[in-house]
């Protein structure tokens, strides 16, 4: 699989099929993270989750930590109220 090291385009995130959807908005940090790690157990090597925050800081907190456990930050788009911030399990 081509690893990524820039974010997608926001056409590109649109495309995106997401094998699990986190509903963290109304949570505030680490809870979104937390969310996050809990769900990428659920899924298989190569599938995207994707996490619907409220908090500003979780953009951050998801790209660092799959950056440092060696997932793949795919990018964010702005929903309404929120964030749907994308990545992809590497391992």
């Given amino acids: 699989m081509l ?3 820039t974010p997608l385009s ?4 649109m ?3 997401s094998a699990k959807v986190v509903d ?3 949570s505030a940090c680490p809870g979104p993270l937390l969310e996050a ?3 990428m157990g659920t899924v298989q ?3 995207v989750i994707e996490i619907w ?3 500003a800081a979780t953009k951050g907190d998801i790209s660092a930590w799959s950056t440092k456990v060696g997932h793949v930050y795919l990018g964010c788009l702005t929903g309404e109220g ?3 911030v994308f990545v992809r399990r590497q391992k």
């Fill in 45 to 47: 090597v190569g599938q």
């Fill in 15 to 17: 495309a995106l099929e």
């Fill in 24 to 26: 963290a908005r109304g």
């Fill in 53 to 55: 925050s409220s908090d």
């Fill in 82 to 84: 929120y964030e749907r």
């Fill in 3 to 5: 690893a990524i090291t």
């Fill in 10 to 13: 926001d056409t590109d995130l």
């Fill in 37 to 39: 790690k809990k769900a």
